[in-house]
């Protein structure tokens, strides 16, 4: 990072506002941690932005609430970025001097993370299968696809590839021809043996 851009990020956590300071510290913190945004500012300037709002307009709690999604929406964010702004937001007014006079703005804002949750949830792959399932079912629709061009590929093998693959594949299709001894009315060698003694 250069020189300007260290002092930028300084100057969110080093006000006169030791509560401020402390939640936009731990806000750069896990942005750098995570590293969803391209310029770790964004956040924290909308961080500070919405704090304004909610300040400035927490009388007409839908109205701060609509000009905070604007800003998100402005900056084209992604909904995972969205999301991590406004849980921020949430978590400052949460614990904060203005508890019960921000109540309203909190629900909606509740409402609106539900929302990016939602986003984030969708733009996600669905794994509800077990893992073993989903490579047992690859491998299924591989091996079908397989068996269906076997004919063609056999006929580009040459003789003795040809009888190869042939000889593996033998045991799949027709049963093991197996030795079988009965011994099922037949006197016991052993016995045999001592009467002859």
Known sequence: MKDKEIEALESYFKTDNEHW?????????????????????????????????????????LKAVNSFTAELDKNKLTDGQKLFVSEWVLKYLKYSEFDNEMTEIKDLLKGQIELFETGVRSQK?????????????????????????????????????????????????SPKVVLVHSNKGEPDENKIQRWHD
């Open 21 to 61: 300071n402390e939640y936009t510290f731990e806000m750069l913190c896990e942005v750098l941690k995570q590293g969803q945004f391209e310029d770790s500012e964004t956040p924290l300037e909308l961080f500070g932005k919405a704090i304004e709002i909610f300040i400035k307009d927490y009388q007409t709690p």
């Open 125 to 173: 792959p669905e794994y509800d299968k077990p893992l073993v399932g989903s490579i047992r079912d690859t491998l299924k629709e591989l091996m079908e696809q397989e068996l269906k061009q076997l004919p063609d590929t056999l006929k580009e093998l040459e003789p003795l590839q040809r009888l190869n693959v042939m000889c593996k594949l033998i045991p799949y299709v």
